[in-house]
Nanobody, 123 residues
């Protein structure tokens, strides 16, 4: 059974930091890309950052470049998203998702999703 379990969300003041974790099981981690998406109330889901465990490629949306860092621990089958200098507009439910091969920012391509973790940034 495929599982993706997010953790690490919470309430933080603007300028603070959080580290999200996405623990995975049930598929060959090294063959997949893991991408973090987020969805704020009343807004569409958007891709934030992705990493391919197959070729090591990493992608960020422009609004988080320089503030967020994605990393992968292949021994633990876990992907992390370190979020620094958080802003109120980063408030959303954050989801991790898995797709074979390379990173895509198109959510419809992803078969496997976690349940999400809430990130709230107060001003």
């Amino acid at each position: 059974e495929v599982q993706l379990v997010e953790s690490g969300g919470g309430l933080v003041q603007a300028g603070g930091s959080l580290r999200l974790s996405c623990a995975t099981s049930g598929f060959t981690f090294d063959d997949y890309a893991i991408t973090w998406f987020r969805q704020a109330p009343g807004k569409e889901r958007e891709a934030v950052s992705g990493i391919s465990n197959r070729d090591g490629s990493i992608y960020y949306r422009d609004s988080v470049k320089g503030r967020f860092t994605i990393s992968s621990d292949n021994a633990k089958n876990t992907v992390y998203l370190q979020m620094n200098s958080l802003k109120p507009e980063d408030t959303a439910v954050y989801y991790c998702a898995a797709v074979p091969g390379t990173v895509s920012f198109q959510s419809l391509l992803y078969d496997y999703w976690g349940q999400g973790t809430q990130v709230t940034v107060s001003s």
